[in-house]
T-cell receptor
Framework: ETGVTQTPRHLVMGMTNKKSLKCEQH?????MYWYKQSAKKPLELMFV???????ENNSVPSRFSPECPNSSHLFLHLHTLQPEDSALYLC???????????FGQGTRLTVV | GQQLNQSPQSMFIQEGEDVSMNCTSS?????WLWYKQDPGEGPVLLIA?????ELTSNGRLTAQFGITRKDSFLNISASIPSDVGIYFC????????????FGKGTRLHILP
């Protein structure tokens, strides 16, 4: 138990569906992150929130839309995804920007 | 862009053997991190290194932040079956840099 909880653990969705991934951290951290992990590729940073404000968007397609309503919760809204978006989506948090990140267990997303 | 070269890509060892893996980069990093990822789970932070030359242990694990700040290694002594998994190195370029750059991982297999 790392203190970062992601739901759902697994998600299968069609290309026309809309779904959301949820992340919750109980560590009192100020920064939260979304990462994408595809097979045989390094972990890719997607979004960074610090004190609920988005500070980085690594050229992620608009079909991925993050939301950070407070410092403990982070969402990733998904719509009209492509099969190549199938991956493990990992949420992480850290005490402050630039400090070690602690990861959730991830959501295994399959787009059909 | 910045890249981390992690080696080896995979290792097959006997239980009880020591393990060594490393990461190198052409860029100077401010922080080096080592994570372990089990199948279906998110990465778990093993060791964080914040100063050049720093040598830190966590049980049977030892990691060092290279003097040049461009490399780091992780050693595991007396391996046991639960050490199986993928080990990732990661680096942060600056003290408040959100971007954690990950290596591609070293997959550790332990032979019966």
């Amino acid at each position: 138990e790392t203190g970062v909880t992601q739901t759902p653990r697994h998600l299968v969705m069609g290309m026309t569906n809309k779904k959301s991934l949820k992340c919750e951290q109980h560590l009192g951290h100020n920064a939260m992150y979304w990462y994408k992990q595809s097979a045989k590729k390094p972990l890719e940073l997607m979004f960074v929130y610090s004190l609920e404000e988005r500070v980085e968007n690594n050229s992620v397609p608009s079909r991925f839309s993050p939301e950070c309503p407070n410092s403990s919760h982070l969402f990733l809204h998904l719509h009209t995804l492509q099969p190549e978006d199938s991956a493990l989506y990992l949420c992480a948090s850290s005490q402050d920007r630039g400090r070690s990140a602690f990861f959730g267990q991830g959501t295994r997303l399959t787009v059909v | 862009g910045q890249q981390l070269n992690q080696s080896p890509q995979s290792m097959f060892i006997q239980e009880g053997e020591d393990v060594s893996m490393n990461c190198t980069s052409s860029s100077i990093f401010n922080t080096w991190l080592w994570y372990k990822q089990d199948p279906g789970e998110g990465p778990v932070l093993l060791i964080a290194l914040y100063k050049a030359g720093e040598l830190t242990s966590n049980g049977r694990l030892t990691a060092q932040f290279g003097i040049t700040r461009k490399d780091s290694f992780l050693n595991i002594s007396a391996s046991i079956p639960s050490d199986v998994g993928i080990y990732f190195c990661a680096g942060q370029l600056g003290p408040r840099d959100d971007k954690i750059i990950f290596g591609k991982g070293t997959r550790l297999h332990i032979l019966p």
